[in-house]
């Protein structure tokens, strides 16, 4: 028996032993099934589909290459609709990417002459979970796939040089968590979301081409929380591109982005008896909006003038300035909400080519848009700016800040009803985790979370693999600074082993997903 043969003998029994195996480059299984834990390090030569079983982690260190043969030499008929030829890696058991800010961890194809073939993707299912830290992956057709499995977090990752959509997630996943990753989307869209699974995405640089559709895409029962993120030039000159888009019946919140140089910043379609919904903006949670043919959009699709469906649109405290249209409506108008009498909208709208908000809506009776206590600028002068509106808009009670700068509370002698104070509020923090202390933690830690409003709030814990080890529900609570200690036990009231656990907030629309390391 020779050399390598014996040391292959000897690690598979290893491997049999439940330790975790951790090989050279050259002694790498490169295709097939991987049944025992394993670490990868150095540069990895892919040939075929790999697929990491149920129960076994697969850990990748710092600095791997992975280089990927386009062709597959070993199609997994186990793996979903992946029978086509190229390399697919699947996670079924668990996938822990250990990149660091110097020394990523790239997924690349080693066909590196221009235009060659790409391999196809990296799929979470079937239970499957992953935490992928300081990667990148490129030359995939269709980047990374999330389906049915456990929790999913990636962090400051890249994604460039996919032939469509860098991110897709559906199915049913615990929760998915993408942060301080980066998206140079050649065709597709960034990131598309059709899961009823909280899905976080947050602090992420998301760019565009002309050839690209959109950052984020949300359609189905899609549940999203954009919060931080940087998403520009989806203007694919069809005027179809927009940095977020929802459609079908899923929803969205939308806090602090700065959404530019697209078609469409913000679209939100309601069609075929589905209404998407969305939250835009909150008190020192707004979003800026520039640059864009229309920032947000609000449209009903579909036969008839006045559909019966209609998307909502929640619109405070944005700063939309530089549009052609700041805001506009297609067929309904209804649900357009851009500030009310008693709760303005406190969003600056200036700056915009053709009009701050357009309402085409075909409705009888006519619909308005409500936009009432918003900021519309001042001209060079420092006047004041009254609102220019198309269709049927009740921009009343409109206001101007000092400095033209967004903020501030000065009445401005424009609006029908006359000028008013608008009274400044109480500040109000978003609903999100603010702390896991100690981290890492032996026996128990302190888990901090802000809520914005009076909410339901419960706090969950999940393993690496997906299972729910613990949950908290805390019936209503106030809006403010909270606290729960977990005690690292399960539900049962056992203690449970050292390893990475994942601590999940949702309270309303919002989901929050950090860390948390045991170590005993």
Same mark, same amino acid.
Request: overall charge negative.
């Given at each position: 028996?020779?050399?390598?043969?014996?040391?292959?003998?000897?690690?598979?029994?290893?491997?049999?032993?439940?330790?975790?195996?951790?090989?050279?480059?050259?002694?790498?299984?490169?295709?097939?099934?991987?049944?025992?834990?394993?670490?990868?390090?150095?540069?990895?030569?892919?040939?075929?589909?790999?697929?990491?079983?149920?129960?076994?982690?697969?850990?990748? &260190?710092?600095?791997?290459?992975?280089?990927?043969?386009?062709?597959?030499?070993?199609?997994?008929?186990?793996?979903?609709?992946?029978?086509?030829?190229?390399?697919?890696?699947?996670?079924?058991?668990?996938?822990?990417?250990?990149?660091?800010?110097?020394?990523?961890?790239?997924?690349?194809?080693?066909? /590196?002459?221009?235009?060659?073939?790409?391999?196809?993707?990296?799929?979470?299912?079937?239970?499957?979970?992953?935490?992928?830290?300081?990667?990148?992956?490129?030359?995939?057709?269709?980047?990374?796939?999330?389906?049915?499995?456990?929790?999913?977090?990636?962090?400051?990752?890249?994604?460039?040089?996919?032939?469509?959509?860098?991110?897709?997630?559906?199915?049913?996943?615990?929760?998915?968590?993408?942060?301080?990753?980066?998206?140079?989307?050649?065709?597709?869209?960034?990131?598309?979301?059709?899961?009823?699974?909280? &899905?976080?995405?947050?602090?992420?640089?998301?760019?565009?081409?002309?050839?690209?559709?959109?950052?984020?895409?949300?359609?189905?029962?899609?549940?999203?929380?954009?919060?931080?993120?940087?998403?520009?030039?989806?203007?694919?000159?069809?005027?179809?591109?927009?940095? &977020?888009?929802?459609? /079908?019946?899923?929803?969205?919140?939308?806090?602090?982005?700065?959404?530019?140089?697209?078609?469409?910043?913000?679209?939100?379609?309601?069609?075929?008896?589905?209404?998407?919904?969305?939250?835009?903006?909150?008190?020192?949670?707004?979003?800026?909006?520039?640059?864009?043919?229309?920032?947000?959009?609000?449209?009903?699709?579909?036969?008839?003038?006045?559909?019966?469906? @209609?998307?909502?649109?929640?619109?405070?405290?944005?700063?939309?300035?530089?549009?052609?249209?700041?805001?506009?409506?297609?067929?309904?108008?209804?649900?357009?909400?851009?500030?009310?009498?008693?709760?303005?909208?406190?969003?600056?709208?200036?700056?915009?080519?053709?009009?701050?908000?357009?309402?085409?809506?075909?409705?009888?009776?006519?619909?308005?848009?409500?936009?009432?206590?918003?900021?519309? /600028?001042?001209?060079?002068?420092?006047?004041?700016?009254?609102?220019?509106?198309?269709?049927?808009?009740?921009?009343?009670?409109?206001?101007?800040?000092?400095?033209?700068?967004?903020? /501030?509370?000065?009445?401005?002698?424009?609006?029908?009803?006359?000028?008013?104070?608008?009274?400044?509020?109480?500040?109000?923090?978003?609903?999100?985790?603010?702390?896991?202390?100690?981290?890492?933690?032996?026996?128990?830690?302190?888990?901090?979370?802000?809520?914005?409003?009076?909410?339901?709030?419960?706090?969950?814990?999940?393993?690496?693999?997906?299972?729910?080890?613990?949950?908290?529900?805390?019936?209503?609570?106030?809006?403010?600074?909270? @606290?729960?200690?977990?005690?690292?036990?399960?539900?049962?009231?056992?203690?449970?082993?050292?390893?990475?656990?994942?601590?999940?907030?949702?309270?309303?629309?919002?989901?929050?997903?950090?860390?948390?390391?045991?170590?005993?």
């Amino acid at each position: 028996m020779s050399t390598i043969k014996r040391i292959a003998s000897l690690l598979q029994v290893l491997g049999f032993l439940g330790c975790v195996v951790a090989l050279p480059s050259e002694l790498l299984a490169t295709s097939g099934d991987i049944s025992t834990n394993t670490t990868w390090s150095g540069t990895v030569n892919v040939t075929g589909d790999v697929r990491v079983l149920s129960g076994v982690t697969l850990t990748i &260190v710092a600095g791997t290459q992975i280089s990927i043969n386009p062709a597959s030499s070993t199609d997994i008929s186990a793996i979903p609709a992946q029978m086509n030829g190229k390399v697919d890696i699947c996670i079924v058991g668990h996938l822990q990417v250990n990149g660091t800010c110097d020394s990523h961890v790239a997924f690349y194809s080693n066909d /590196g002459s221009p235009g060659g073939d790409d391999w196809y993707q990296l799929v979470v299912s079937s239970n499957g979970s992953a935490a992928i830290n300081h990667a990148e992956l490129r030359n995939c057709e269709y980047g990374l796939a999330i389906s049915t499995g456990g929790v999913v977090s990636v962090s400051e990752s890249e994604f460039a040089d996919n032939d469509d959509d860098d991110i897709t997630i559906g199915g049913t996943p615990a929760s998915v968590s993408i942060s301080a990753c980066t998206f140079d989307v050649e065709e597709g869209a960034g990131i598309k979301v059709s899961t009823s699974a909280p &899905v976080t995405i947050a602090g992420c640089t998301i760019a565009g081409t002309s050839s690209s559709s959109n950052g984020v895409e949300a359609s189905s029962s899609a549940v999203v929380d954009l919060r931080s993120n940087n998403i520009d030039g989806f203007d694919n000159g069809g005027n179809t591109g927009c940095g &977020v888009f929802l459609q /079908g019946n899923s929803s969205a919140s939308l806090y602090d982005n700065h959404i530019v140089g697209c078609d469409n910043g913000i679209r939100v379609v309601a069609g075929g008896g589905s209404q998407a919904s969305a939250l835009i903006g909150a008190e020192d949670d707004g979003n800026e909006i520039e640059s864009c043919a229309v920032g947000i959009s609000v449209e009903t699709t579909g036969p008839g003038s006045c559909p019966a469906y @209609t998307p909502t649109a929640l619109i405070r405290y944005n700063w939309i300035h530089g549009n052609d249209i700041g805001i506009k409506t297609v067929k309904t108008a209804s649900g357009v909400d851009a500030g009310t009498n008693g709760d303005y909208g406190y969003n600056k709208i200036e700056g915009s080519t053709s009009y701050a908000i357009s309402n085409t809506s075909s409705c009888t009776p006519t619909q308005t848009v409500t936009a009432r206590g918003n900021n519309w /600028g001042r001209d060079g002068s420092n006047n004041c700016i009254a609102a220019v509106t198309s269709g049927s808009v009740d921009a009343n009670e409109i206001w101007c800040p000092g400095s033209g700068e967004p903020g /501030g509370c000065h009445s401005c002698p424009q609006g029908s009803s006359g000028a008013q104070e608008v009274p400044k509020r109480t500040r109000q923090n978003p609903t999100m985790l603010t702390s896991v202390a100690p981290n890492p933690f032996n026996p128990e830690t302190t888990i901090g979370f802000e809520l914005g409003a009076s909410l339901q709030p419960e706090i969950a814990i999940y393993n690496v693999t997906g299972q729910l080890v613990r949950i908290e529900r805390m019936g209503p609570q106030p809006a403010g600074h909270h @606290t729960w200690v977990w005690d690292g036990r399960d539900r049962n009231g056992s203690s449970v082993g050292s390893g990475v656990y994942f601590v999940v907030l949702k309270a309303g629309v919002v989901t929050d997903v950090r860390k948390a390391v045991l170590l005993k």
